[in-house]
């Protein structure tokens, strides 16, 4: 196997030159650079980041792991996170926790998950995860989108976004409110946000409003498109009365709307409806909705996490922001 | 630094023992499994897999490089791979090339990237991306959802694709044919399918159905739902006929649509639309489109990727897959 000194001997150029390009530093001139990459593909050469890593111990480089990347809530804090960590030298990692195999695997201390030098974990309850409802690491991390009294933690809070939802949505006599979503095919992969945004609902309707928690319910919809949309398609509320409608997300919300319509039923004039979210789309078809400060929990919980990295912490980390309520045309 | 000898002592059980744990070695009695992770934690003791690496040099994770997962397509495409990776005891890591400062990182062969045991390069150009036109290691890799002359790559014939479009939208006389999409907004990104989707279309119009290439137009559309629907809502076509749309992908139509809804006209009454990818909402909203065989590509890249790491292949690898269309109601 090719060493770096082979490299060096055949580019004619020092051993440290060929660590400068491999370390990408800027006063390596251009022709040098050029000449030691070529040798390097020509020789094979596989520089060894394990040996360098072995003596620092520094990878610059964070574990991300998420449920899902796939949706642009996810899609939108990930980069927030990622683009915090690249202004402070840090590469980014993503690992998607899609099966319970991949679950098992990430109990082992030895996944190279715990050899970054910190993680951040978004929308996954580790509560419900490992045994010991903390991750098997001694390295710093910190929980995203989740609300954990063990683990440090930032979050939106989602009982306060419940209870806007509950202070803000129309309210019409003799008349049911529904619930619409919180139907989560694995239980482990979920973070708790939607039982919080129910729960914050429920007691202000109840306890606020007046409302009698009996004509409150709630119902178990996917959180696809596809799923809400054939929900809406087929609800049949009991009643002539107009009606008030919680959707627990803004991609929940936009699958009934639709549904609905291909019955002739839309808001505001036959129902009133709220999202939760505020997605980009959102805007576009006047959901009123409550506006989750994604960018900014990114932001903190990357800062966060490279404070703890730095050893600039001691107390237990219990960071929450606050989301808005946005009133726009369906309620 | 705590040693696994240490954990060994602590734990009353022999290196042998520890070193079945951290490799998940299912032979291990539960007891001696629990005092082991314990002491671990207790410790502090991070085990070194990079000393393991070194000597095999073989790792056991597959690095997979995507310009985005925010969507169902690569979802699903990255699903997919990771299935099958998983399946032949390979674990994935997700590299999201979100900007140029990272396509930089990415050109020094000494990152993270290059010390799995192979990549797989997702709906990205490399002959834009590195000098080259190659990836700087010696490593296997295979590009999946991009047409590449230098690279192995596995692919869907979007070629073929635009050409069945062009097959079968509805044309009406004296009357245009729009075609929206195709803007991104950094080249490096691209990977050249919405251009390979052009040409097949334009090509059967003209040369097949005899169909005037001036009553062609192309309008450059954002890809996102937000901007193809502002685009709808404000597109005056410049006559009273009804007329033809191709929309390059699924989400570009659905937003087109929904814009145009707010004007009053509708497909199939007002116009023609096909779409592109069949996404599982398109069904529900009737949308005829080309369905794109997104799960067997990413089984066939993966398999293709083990075999190569396998030295199974000695030529150069050109996988080409092919669409279909499926008519529903829009067109």
Redesign the interface.
């Known amino acids: 196997m090719p060493s770096v000194k082979d490299v060096a001997k055949l580019a004619n150029v020092s051993v440290g030159t060929v660590s400068k390009v491999?370390?990408?530093d800027p006063t390596v001139k251009q022709k040098n650079r050029e000449k030691v990459?070529k040798t390097?593909?020509q020789l094979?050469?596989?520089?060894?980041?394990?040996?360098k890593?072995?003596s620092s111990?520094k990878?610059k480089?964070i574990s991300i792991v998420s449920s899902?990347?796939?949706?642009?809530f996810?899609?939108r804090l990930?980069?927030s996170i990622?683009q915090i960590l690249?202004e402070n030298g840090y590469?980014s990692?993503?690992?998607?926790l899609?099966?319970r195999?991949?679950l098992?695997?990430f109990s082992?201390?030895?996944?190279?998950l715990?050899?970054t030098d910190g993680l951040i974990v978004s929308s996954l309850s580790l509560t419900k995860m490992f045994e010991n409802k903390t991750l098997?690491t001694?390295?710093p991390y910190i929980l995203v989108d989740t609300r954990d009294a063990l683990n440090d933690c930032a979050f939106i809070d989602n009982y306060y976004g419940g209870k806007l939802v509950g202070q803000n949505i129309k309210l019409y006599e003799n008349s049911k409110v529904y619930i619409l979503g919180g139907y989560e095919p694995d239980e482990a992969f979920s973070s708790g946000v939607f039982s919080e945004r129910i729960i914050g609902f429920i007691d202000e309707l109840v306890n606020n409003r007046g409302f009698n928690r009996k004509n409150i319910v709630i119902m178990k919809v996917g959180l696809?498109?596809?799923e809400s949309?054939?929900f809406g398609k087929k609800f049949t509320p009991n009643q002539r009365h107009k009606f008030s409608v919680f959707a627990l997300s803004d991609i929940i919300a936009f699958?009934f709307i639709?549904?609905m319509k291909t019955l002739g039923i839309k808001p505001p004039d036959n129902y009133s409806i709220i999202g939760y979210d505020d997605l980009?789309?959102s805007?576009?078809?006047e959901l009123s909705t409550v506006r989750q400060p994604i960018e900014e929990l990114g932001k903190v919980s990357a800062e966060l996490l490279l404070k703890k990295i730095n050893n600039k912490f001691e107390d237990k980390i219990h960071k929450s922001l606050i989301p808005e309520f946005i009133e726009r045309n369906t309620n």
């Open positions: 491999l370390n990408n990459l390097i593909k094979n050469y596989v520089p060894n980041i394990y040996a890593s072995l111990r990878t480089m899902t990347l796939g949706d642009e996810h899609e990930v980069s990622d690249s590469d990692i993503f690992f998607s899609l099966s195999e991949r098992k695997r082992n201390p030895s996944h190279f715990y050899q098997p001694s390295k696809s498109l596809k949309y054939e699958g639709e549904g980009s789309y805007e576009n078809i």
